[in-house]
T-cell receptor, first 115, second 111 residues
Framework: EPEVTQTPSHQVTQMGQEVILRCVPISNHLYFYWYRQILGQKVEFLVSFYNNEISEKSEIFDDQFSVERPDGSNFTLKIRSTKLEDSAMYFC?????????????FGEGSRLTVL | SQQGEEDPQALSIQEGENATMNCSYKTSINNLQWYRQNSGRGLVHLILIRSNEREKHSGRLRVTLDTSKKSSSLLITASRAADTASYFCATADQAGTALIFGKGTTLSVSS
């Protein structure tokens, strides 16, 4: 069964370092998402991406964050200068095209620990 | 914000009992979805109910939607230990692409 894959599963970094989290969405999906979940808390929307551009972003998604689809399969989230409060689980998700937001398929997440 | 807010925050029941979780939201929606998350894992879609639907069933799951009260409920019947997880409601508005999640209900089913 097709699935969303994310790498790395866990990354530890020093404060101020750049981090890139990678995702391979399901191949025929056209909408891509990043969410984050601070331990034990709610799942927070960061950004949605369609047709090679950001569709929507939240207040969390400030200038320190960027997304890119560098090739036909990968979808990346870059954090330019990590802060302690960026420590969280980051989830990538994708869905098929369509005007209304339907079912999202999530990856297993990348745990980011900022020291 | 359109985000859903679930209650209760935590629910503990015995196997075989029914579990009911509620979700409230603030703005007009296109649809409302429920997801499940096992500890440390990704979210898995359970069921989607559109704004013009009032009730939907899928196996042991029953979802209701009351748009006048801006609320939804998820009922899991005849619960099993394997149902132990966090359950989140999520709302999609008319215009946007974002799916906004609530804080979730942690369900614990003991055998």
């Amino acid at each position: 069964e097709p699935e969303v894959t994310q790498t790395p599963s866990h990354q530890v970094t020093q404060m101020g370092q750049e981090v890139i989290l990678r995702c391979v969405p399901i191949s025929n999906h056209l909408y891509f998402y990043w969410y984050r979940q601070i331990l034990g808390q709610k799942v927070e929307f960061l950004v949605s991406f369609y047709n090679n551009e950001i569709s929507e972003k939240s207040e969390i998604f400030d200038d320190q964050f960027s997304v890119e689809r560098p090739d036909g399969s990968n979808f990346t989230l870059k954090i330019r200068s990590t802060k302690l409060e960026d420590s969280a689980m980051y989830f990538c998700a994708s869905r098929v095209a369509g005007g209304n937001t339907g079912e999202l398929f999530f990856g297993e997440g990348s745990r980011l620990t900022v020291l | 914000s359109q985000q859903g807010e679930e209650d209760p925050q935590a629910l503990s029941i015995q196997e075989g009992e029914n579990a009911t979780m509620n979700c409230s939201y603030k703005t007009s929606i296109n649809n409302l979805q429920w997801y499940r998350q096992n500890s440390g894992r990704g979210l898995v879609h359970l069921i989607l109910i559109r704004s013009n639907e009032r009730e939907k069933h899928s196996g042991r799951l029953r979802v209701t939607l009351d748009t006048s009260k801006k609320s939804s409920s998820l009922l899991i019947t005849a619960s099993r230990a394997a149902d132990t997880a966090s359950y989140f409601c999520a709302t999609a508005d008319q215009a946007g692409t974002a799916l906004i999640f609530g804080k979730g209900t942690t369900l614990s089913v003991s055998s």
